[in-house]
């Protein structure tokens, strides 16, 4: 997997990439990483890159001709072929006004050869990128940050974790919140070890007790159907009390919905 970053702080990218799974990642030659400055493209002596927008507005907006001067130095594929899919590789635009960036858009991502990132910035960038040169526009979040380097960095890292190789243990990233137990037919998760789709369940290590505060027995005892409910119910619990919308997007099984129907009378 080859990223591309399009931004006018390349110098940013020294510290967030150079730490933990990706830095591994890039050591074992799993992913490579370049990062362009916007500047090289620019024609003028000043290095221009954003200007005034036609109709008025606040602030200044990234111009076109850089930003299609050097996606296009990249020797991508044609646009049409990329929306396609008849190349493995897209060019994204880090935008506010992008769809929101979830684990199932990262495993997508994960698919492809070669990703270009375009960091836009917070007053916006001229619409003919999104039009004529971008895939797609991706947002991290729904709030504005003031340009798209934290965001690309944010991809980069969650796309590599879904690399095979890239994690010591595999199973790791089927085990995490917002990732979806495996295909088994069964509502839930397959394992003592999943969410399934849900947030993560609590995880405690030794000591079993720590200034008053216990570790559950039945994380303890070994029993490991009791631990999977635990874990689930859990699960469930944490979901429910702060983000509900996921619980409408998962396939709960009987049990579930019994646990969800104890945990809201409970409250």
Known sequence: ??????????DFFRGPLDYGIVRRAREAALIEISVHDLRAFTTDKHRTVDDRPFGGGEGMVLKPEPLFGCVESL????????????????????????RLFTQDVAKDL??????????????????????GLADQEVSVGDYVLSGGELGAAVIVDTVTRLIPGALGNE?????????????????????????????????????????????PEVLIGGNHEQIRKWRRRKALEKTLRNRPDLLARQPLSDEDRKVLTEIENST
């Open 171 to 215: 199973a790791s990233a089927r085990q995490e919140s917002f990732t979806a137990g495996q295909k088994t037919g069964v509502a839930g998760p397959d394992s003592t070890c999943g969410s399934g789709g849900l947030l993560d369940y609590p995880h405690y290590t030794r000591p079993a007790e720590f200034r008053g505060m216990e570790t």
């Open 1 to 10: 997997m080859k990223f591309e970053i399009v931004t006018i702080f390349p």
């Open 110 to 131: 994960a698919t492809l050869e070669r990703i270009v990132l375009i960091c836009g910035r917070y007053e916006g960038v001229d619409e003919r990128v999104a039009e």
């Open 75 to 98: 020797g991508v594929g044609p646009r049409p072929r990329r929306l396609s899919r008849t190349v493995a590789e897209s060019v994204i635009l880090l935008s506010p006004q992008g």
